[in-house]
């Protein structure tokens, strides 16, 4: 198993619609296409990106194949209407497996 972790910022006076798309849209793709949803963090002080979502997947090659799905591009591209500073990465370390 590896972990598809993936990152944003908010932008300004967009909070409202992300949450609407994220919640009404996003997150449900993203279960269609195969990820295991399994964290979501939102920074409220500090450094770092403002949403971190990260979800499960069987390998790291089924990890690129849906990211560079069309599904998932078009997505993405909507994604980009309320977010800055999209960061991704694919976590096949052993830390990545530990229930905590």
Same mark, same amino acid.
């Given at each position: 198993?590896?972990?598809?972790?993936?990152?944003?910022?908010? &932008?300004? #006076?967009?909070?409202?619609?992300? %949450?609407?798309?994220?919640?009404?849209?996003? @997150?449900? +793709?993203?279960? $269609? *296409?195969?990820?295991?949803?399994?964290?979501?963090?939102?920074? &409220?002080? #500090?450094?770092?990106?403002?949403? %971190?979502?990260?979800?499960?997947?069987?390998? @790291?090659? +089924?990890?690129? $194949? *849906?990211?560079?799905?069309?599904?998932?591009?078009?997505?993405?591209?909507?994604?980009?209407?309320?977010?800055?500073?999209?960061?991704?990465?694919?976590?096949?370390?052993?830390?990545?497996?530990?229930?905590?």
């Amino acid at each position: 198993m590896v972990k598809l972790v993936l990152s944003w910022d908010i &932008q300004s #006076g967009k909070a409202d619609e992300y %949450v609407e798309f994220i919640v009404g849209e996003f @997150a449900p +793709a993203l279960d $269609q *296409l195969g990820l295991n949803l399994s964290d979501a963090w939102y920074t &409220q002080a #500090g450094t770092g990106p403002q949403i %971190v979502i990260a979800g499960w997947l069987p390998t @790291a090659e +089924a990890a690129r $194949q *849906l990211i560079s799905s069309q599904e998932f591009l078009a997505l993405k591209e909507r994604l980009f209407h309320y977010i800055d500073n999209y960061a991704w990465r694919i976590d096949t370390s052993p830390q990545s497996q530990l229930p905590f």
